[in-house]
C-alpha cells in the first residue's frame, strides 16, 4: 500500500521501483515492508524518515539519495548499492541498518553505526511481544529472526568521501572492509586492542598526575566499551574531542599516544 500524508511518503508491503521522487518536495519517508529498486529520493530534505518501520525488513536497492538530508530512525533497513553523494546524514538512529556496498560522500553526524543489535535489543522483543499479546495479535513472521539475530550485514561500503563528524562503528563492524576516510585529523587503528594496552604502556612513564589518570581511564574505557564488545578497529577523528578547534590536554595526549601506539598507517 502507498499512500501520502502531507509531504510524507508511506509505503507498506510494495515493490516500487524506478520511480523518481526527487521532484516530490517529500520531507518524510516511511518504509514497512517495502522493497525500493532504483529509486531517486535526490535533494529531498528529509525532516524524519522511518527507513525500516514496523517488524519487518524494508530493503532499498540501488537507490539513490545524493544531495538529500536525513534524520530518524533506520529501523529494520537494509541498503545495497545504494548513493549518497553530497548527503547529508545526522541524528540517525540506526540499531538495525544494514548497508552493503553503499557510497556516501557529504557528511554524516552524530550517528553510530552498528554491527549487531545493542543492549536492550532482546528485551526491546520482549516488550514488543507482550505489547502484541495484550492487543490479541501474534508474532510477525520473520520478526523474531530480525530482532534477534546476531550481526548486521556491514560491508563494502565506500566512506572514503565523507565527513564523518561524532560518528562511532560499534559492535563488530569490520572496517578492513570498508574504504575510510584519510587525513591527518583522523586516527585509524586496524589492531586496536593491541594499540590500546600499548598506549597504556607508554602512560607507565609519565608523572602521576591528574592528566594521566584522565587518559588512564578513557584508554581503558575503550576497552571495555568497544573492544570488549566485538570491535577490532577503530578509527578517531580530533574534531570529535575539540573545543572551537582546540583539543584540550587530555585529549591531545591520548592522540600523541594513541599514533605512537599504532605505528605508521597501513
Known sequence: MAGEQGNRLII?????????????????????????????????????????????????????????????????????????????????TADYLELVECVFTGRIQST?????????????????????????????????????????????????????????????????RQRLPAGSDYLYLEDADAALHRALALLVDRPADDLTARVERSLRRMLDREISTGQRQLLFREVDYSNKGVLKPPARLMFDLLREAAGPLP
Open 12 to 92: 507498506e508491503h510494495e515493490e516500487v521501483i524506478g520511480v523518481d521522487y526527487s521532484a516530490d518536495g517529500l520531507t518524510g519517508l516511511v518504509g514497512v515492508g517495502a522493497r525500493f529498486v532504483r529509486c531517486r529520493f535526490d535533494g529531498l530534505w528529509f525532516q524524519y524518515v522511518a527507513l525500516g518501520s514496523g517488524m519487518e525488513l524494508s530493503q532499498y536497492v540501488e537507490c539513490s539519495f545524493d544531495g538529500a538530508v536525513l534524520t530518524g530512525t533506520a529501523g529494520y533497513s537494509r541498503f545495497i548499492g545504494c548513493t549518497f553523494r553530497n548527503a547529508e546524514i545526522r541524528d540517525l
Open 112 to 176: 553510530t553505526f552498528w554491527g549487531a543489535p545493542p543492549p536492550g535489543s532482546a528485551e526491546r522483543f520482549t516488550s514488543n511481544l507482550a505489547f502484541l499479546a495484550k492487543q490479541g495479535r501474534a508474532e510477525p513472521p520473520g520478526y523474531r529472526a530480525l530482532a534477534l539475530r546476531e550481526s548486521n550485514k556491514f560491508h563494502g561500503n565506500d566512506f572514503s568521501g565523507v565527513d564523518l563528524v561524532g560518528v562511532d562503528f560499534r559492535y563488530g563492524i569490520d572496517l578492513t
